[in-house]
T-cell receptor, first 113, second 115 residues
Framework: NAGVTQTPKFRILKIGQSMTLQCAQDMNHNYMYWYRQDPGMGLKLIYYSVGAGITDKGEVPNGYNVSRSTTEDFPLRLELAAPSQTSVYFC????????????FGPGTRLTVT | AQKITQTQPGMFVQEKEAVTLDCTYDTSDPSYGLFWYKQPSSGEMIFLIYQGSYDQQNATEGRYSLNFQKARKSANLVISASQLGDSAMYFCAMRVNGANSKLTFGKGITLSVRP
């Protein structure tokens, strides 16, 4: 299993540009999540999904959109990038069952200038 | 709302000694889970240990143990026999069961292991 994969690893965007961060998992997990981690801080939830076709907002959803057309993929879309979106973005997934941990991807480091 | 508090400044420990990383939490839900993750300088998030609110015994995983004190709402991570590779950021996180499995993270604690 590759686990949770994210692309790209690094990206520099200009203000106002758009991009999609890709996330895929091959563990057949229903639950998937997007977090952002600002320097020196913990992770904050952007969006999450409990299954294909079902998404919901987390703590900091403004400026982002998601879709979940398959179990495997959970892309995060940034529209009109702003400097405040400079962060490291983590995708995670987990199996059903409350005791299971989330598996994290390696992260995408995004800089908006 | 759920909250995780990690207030220790950067922690230092001598190699081979034990260290405790503090975590307090706040929730009104009786059913929840507590997690610890390690984030080395390479950036990935590595799961270490889990404790359920109804678990009778403190969780242990190798050199990691969780000192769970429910009445005090604390879930401290104990690392025994520290190794140089333990130098990293450590995050405590909580999931309230039924809340679509969302994790709430603390701000993290930096641990440095001295040779």
């Amino acid at each position: 299993n590759a686990g949770v994969t994210q692309t790209p690893k690094f990206r520099i965007l200009k203000i106002g540009q758009s991009m999609t961060l890709q996330c895929a998992q091959d563990m057949n997990h229903n639950y998937m999540y997007w977090y952002r981690q600002d320097p020196g801080m913990g992770l904050k939830l952007i969006y999450y999904s409990v299954g294909a076709g079902i998404t919901d907002k987390g703590e900091v959803p403004n400026g982002y959109n998601v879709s979940r057309s398959t179990t495997e993929d959970f892309p995060l879309r940034l529209e009109l990038a702003a400097p405040s979106q400079t962060s490291v973005y983590f995708c995670a997934s987990r199996d059903s069952g409350t005791q299971y941990e989330q598996y994290f991807g390696p992260g995408t480091r995004l800089t908006v200038t | 709302a759920q909250k995780i508090t990690q207030t220790q400044p950067g922690m230092f420990v001598q190699e081979k000694e034990a260290v405790t990383l503090d975590c307090t939490y706040d929730t009104s839900d009786p059913s929840y889970g507590l997690f610890w993750y390690k984030q080395p300088s390479s950036g990935e998030m590595i799961f270490l240990i889990y404790q359920g609110s109804y678990d009778q015994q403190n969780a242990t995983e190798g050199r990691y143990s969780l000192n769970f004190q429910k009445a005090r709402k604390s879930a401290n991570l104990v690392i025994s026999a520290s190794q140089l590779g333990d130098s990293a950021m450590y995050f405590c996180a909580m999931r309230v069961n039924g809340a679509n499995s969302k994790l709430t993270f603390g701000k993290g604690i930096t641990l440095s292991v001295r040779p």
